[in-house]
């Protein structure tokens, strides 16, 4: 059975991801209850029990315990009163990042406290630069800042990532470049993570275009020939790691196709092929950014090559 169309799935080798640490260490957390100055937290359920009080935080977190220090988060979440014993206390929060360097990204914590003054969270998550994140949040109380309505807790942070690569997303389309003529062709599998070869049959123009690439369950694809014969065919066998950086061309009217593909370029980090066809009409072309390269075309052809255009996504190992 198909996959639906909202879903895709990959084998992830070790290429597909890699991983990335975090350490923070010199922050502060100050905790300041309600009604002392600058309040960040809130009883929300106050039962008059032993245990069940919620309270809802937002704590800021510092880079030092001076005037002059610069606020780096806010533990935003709530933590509530779990145990018979007074003190002990179940936290989930998200520590949100206001500062530049990682404005917007944020870590999922999730632990508890007692009356003991140090301990550990688990990170359980994280958006933005922290995207699947997990470690743990080291806490010691800073006893001599302790005035009865402000709790000052030392923090260190150690979290690693998973930073995966583009290879479940879709290969973007750029162009194409050409005339009207001919018919819509398009690749059958547009998931392909890798090109293998091209086949370009050229004369007075480019007749016709052929490829061969991986998807992304390492499975080989051929398409075409799209467009038709009469000209000398010309193979470019990629290399392991050769990877095509740049399409260019030019595209001319000729009768009876009219707007046509006359002449291609292919480029790669290696070396240059082409041009195949006659160089003449209207340039076109696109050299794309470093880490990205082509993984495919799709266009339009009828006894010729009536149009090109390229699909482009990451670099991958094959």
Request: glycine residues 12%; negative net charge; charged residues 15%.
């Given at each position: 059975?198909?996959?639906?169309?909202?879903?895709?799935?990959?084998?992830?080798?070790?290429?597909?991801?890699?991983?990335?640490?975090?350490?923070?260490?010199?922050?502060?957390?100050?905790?300041?209850?309600?009604?002392?100055?600058?309040?960040?937290?809130?009883?929300?359920?106050?039962?008059?029990?032993?245990?069940?009080?919620?309270?809802?935080?937002?704590?800021?977190?510092?880079?030092?315990?001076?005037?002059?220090?610069?606020?780096?988060?806010?533990?935003?979440?709530?933590?509530?009163?779990?145990?018979?014993?007074?003190?002990?206390?179940?936290?989930?929060?998200?520590?949100?990042?206001?500062?530049?360097?990682?404005?917007?990204?944020?870590?999922?914590?999730l632990?508890?406290?007692?009356?003991?003054?140090?301990?550990?969270?688990?990170?359980?998550g994280?958006t933005?630069?922290?995207?699947h994140?997990?470690?743990?949040?080291?806490?010691?109380?800073?006893?001599?800042?302790?005035?009865?309505?402000?709790?000052?807790?030392?923090?260190?942070?150690?979290?690693?990532?998973?930073n995966?690569?583009?290879?479940?997303?879709?290969?973007?389309?750029?162009?194409?470049w050409?005339?009207?003529?001919?018919?819509?062709?398009?690749?059958a599998?547009?998931?392909?993570?890798?090109?293998?070869?091209?086949?370009?049959?050229?004369?007075?123009?480019?007749?016709?275009?052929?490829?061969?690439?991986?998807?992304?369950?390492?499975?080989?694809?051929?398409?075409?020939?799209?467009?038709?014969?009469?000209?000398?065919?010309?193979?470019?066998?990629?290399?392991?790691?050769?990877?095509?950086?740049?399409?260019?061309?030019?595209?001319?009217?000729?009768?009876?196709?009219?707007l046509?593909?006359?002449?291609?370029?292919?480029?790669?980090?290696?070396?240059?092929?082409?041009?195949?066809?006659?160089?003449?009409?209207?340039?076109f072309?696109?050299?794309?950014?470093?880490?990205?390269?082509?993984?495919?075309?799709?266009?339009?052809?009828?006894?010729?090559?009536?149009?090109?255009?390229?699909?482009?996504?990451?670099?991958?190992?094959?």
């Open positions: 059975m198909a996959d639906p169309s909202y879903f895709q799935s990959a084998p992830v080798s070790h290429e597909a991801f890699n991983h990335k640490e975090f350490m923070f260490h010199g922050l502060y957390m100050q905790q300041r209850l309600e009604g002392s100055p600058s309040q960040n937290m809130n009883v929300m359920v106050n039962p008059n029990l032993p245990f069940g009080s919620i309270v809802a935080n937002d704590w800021t977190i510092y880079d030092g315990l001076g005037t002059d220090a610069k606020l780096v988060a806010r533990a935003q979440g709530s933590h509530m009163e779990t145990g018979v014993t007074e003190g002990t206390w179940f936290i989930c929060f998200n520590i949100a990042f206001v500062d530049e360097r990682f404005k917007d990204s944020s870590l999922k914590v632990g508890h406290f007692e009356v003991p003054t140090h301990g550990e969270w688990a990170i359980l994280g933005g630069d922290f995207a994140a997990q470690g743990i949040v080291s806490f010691k109380k800073v006893p001599e800042l302790d005035n009865g309505k402000t709790t000052v807790r030392e923090l260190e942070i150690r979290a690693v990532c998973l995966f690569s583009s290879s479940l997303s879709l290969p973007m389309k750029v162009g194409p050409g005339g009207n003529g001919g018919f819509t062709k398009d690749m599998v547009r998931k392909s993570i890798r090109l293998e070869s091209i086949t370009i049959n050229s004369g007075s123009l480019v007749y016709s275009l052929a490829f061969s690439y991986i998807d992304n369950q390492r499975k080989s694809h051929t398409e075409g020939p799209w467009g038709g014969s009469g000209g000398t065919i010309h193979t470019v066998e990629l290399g392991p790691t050769e990877f095509v950086k740049e399409v260019s061309g030019t595209m001319d009217n000729v009768a009876p196709s009219g046509t593909v006359s002449a291609l370029i292919i480029a790669t980090n290696v070396k240059q092929y082409g041009p195949f066809g006659f160089v003449r009409g209207t340039w072309g696109l050299v794309l950014p470093e880490d990205t390269c082509v993984l495919g075309f799709f266009g339009r052809s009828g006894d010729v090559l009536d149009a090109i255009g390229i699909y482009t996504g990451p670099i991958l190992a094959s």
